[in-house]
């Protein structure tokens, strides 16, 4: 895919080695003015190594990164008033209460008091945490934490956000605040750069999306095109008792227009270009006597082209977004 001419950020090349293990292995990069990027990603692909070092905090041993017109590779700090930033672990101090903790985020960007203590309470509010405004920090939970370092992270308005994992290990109801806040942000101009392992809320969030696996990028779209391939595609899940005992040959010639895959030893899965009719195909099952356990329909998603492109499970991505389906 080639990089979009209006990129805020722009990687080339980037590397990163432990000892033997490349954690960044040679990442291309280009985030539109305005655009929420995603990199999606199991567990140890390298999203939080590249993050590191695109936001300073991790010095590449190769490539290149630019945000705005600022060149980073020189000078990894020099761009630190464009960008907020909210690690994967809190960054706030455990003894200063809300308050306290954005004003001080507030200071060390050089905010007025006046200025900071308006806009605290002003992120306070817009992050549910009025309530929590005098108490320690240490004492909140980890949704509210992760709120907090999110508000932190905004205080002195940068135009572009990073955010490691925002919404991993915490409660459905921050993480849901947090994606639409997230969203609101993205809509009023600010340019985001997300990773995640939650395939849906890449689906839902990002209008452009990488594939990380092993530090390297395997796909890098945007969601529509992603999509494409997926779009207006249904499958159904069978579950069974006992395995599938009618051969596939039967099931083929029963139902012409399905395509049927054994994803397990009790389980079926059938593809079709239109709506899938699940109660024709559980009758002709039955009355085979085979004992279907469940049957679930969906239309295919972003998740299909996840395990389909990088060959890995999505049980290995799971969580994320719990609600109905549908973007934002
Ligand atoms: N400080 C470190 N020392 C050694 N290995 C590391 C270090 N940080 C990350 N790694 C390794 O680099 C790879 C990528 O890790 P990471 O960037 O944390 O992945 P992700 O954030 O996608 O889970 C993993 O194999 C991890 O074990
Ligand atoms: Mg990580």
Request: contains cysteine.
């Amino acid at each position: 895919m080639a990089p979009a001419d209006d990129a805020v950020i722009r990687v080339r090349g980037l590397v990163k080695r432990f000892g033997d293990v490349h954690a960044v292995d040679g990442i291309d990069v280009a985030v539109s003015e305005g655009g929420f990027f995603g990199f999606l990603g199991p567990n140890g692909a390298g999203k939080t190594t590249a993050i590191s070092m695109l936001t300073g905090l991790a010095r590449p041993d190769a490539g290149s990164i630019e945000i705005g017109s600022i060149d980073c590779s020189r000078n990894p700090k020099a761009a630190q008033h464009l960008i907020g930033v909210v690690p994967d672990e809190s960054n706030l101090y455990p003894e200063l209460t809300g308050f306290e903790n954005l004003c001080f985020s507030g200071a060390l960007y050089g905010l007025r008091k006046k200025v900071r203590q308006r806009k605290a309470e002003e992120l306070l509010d817009l992050f549910g945490l009025e309530g929590a405004a005098e108490r320690k920090f240490s004492g909140y939970s980890k949704g509210m934490k992760r709120r907090l370092v999110i508000a932190a992270s905004i205080m002195h308005e940068p135009p572009l956000l990073f955010l490691d994992e925002p919404t991993s290990g915490i409660d459905v109801e921050s993480s849901r605040m947090i994606r639409s806040l997230l969203a609101a942000l993205n809509r009023n101009g600010t340019t985001i750069f997300l990773t995640t392992h939650f395939i849906d809320e890449a689906e839902r969030l990002c209008d452009r999306i990488a594939f990380i696996v092993n530090g390297k990028i395997v796909r890098d779209d945007r969601l529509e095109r992603l999509l494409q391939p997926v779009q207006g595609r249904y499958a159904l899940t069978v579950t069974v008792s006992g395995g599938c005992v009618v051969p596939y040959t039967d099931l083929q010639q029963a139902f012409p227009g399905l395509v049927f895959h054994e994803t397990a030893e009790n389980e079926l899965r059938i593809e079709s270009s239109k709506p899938l009719k699940a109660g024709l195909l559980v009758r002709f099952l039955e009355d085979r006597c085979v004992e279907v356990v469940e049957a679930r329909k969906r239309q295919l998603s972003l998740e299909d082209v996840f395990v389909e492109v990088t060959g890995i499970g999505s049980s290995s991505m799971t969580g994320g977004v719990k609600e109905g389906r549908g973007r934002r």
